[in-house]
């Protein structure tokens, strides 16, 4: 099995910036994921379980997300 670096100590997600103690504050079980692409099962980096979680329920697709951020920016001054 491929070994990959550690995140180190002041690791920040990639994606929505938290670091280490703002995943501990919120009291998040798992600290970093290691982050792969589906398709090739390349390693891409760590990120907080979250976002790895969200890109993950998108389907790792550019399209899917770019269509979440146009709905988000058409919706959101009715929330």
Known sequence: ?????????????????????GILDKGYKIKWCLDHDHKTGKFRGYLCDN????????????????NAIKYLKQNLELC
């Not at 491929?2 to 103690?21: F, G, L, M, N, V």
């Not at 998108?58 to 997300?65: E, F, Q």
């Open 51 to 66: 976002c790895n979680t969200a890109i993950s329920k998108l389907k790792d697709s550019i399209t899917i997300l770019e």
């Open 1 to 21: 099995k491929e070994q990959h670096p550690k995140p180190s100590k002041d690791h920040i997600c990639p994606i929505c910036k938290i670091d280490e103690q």
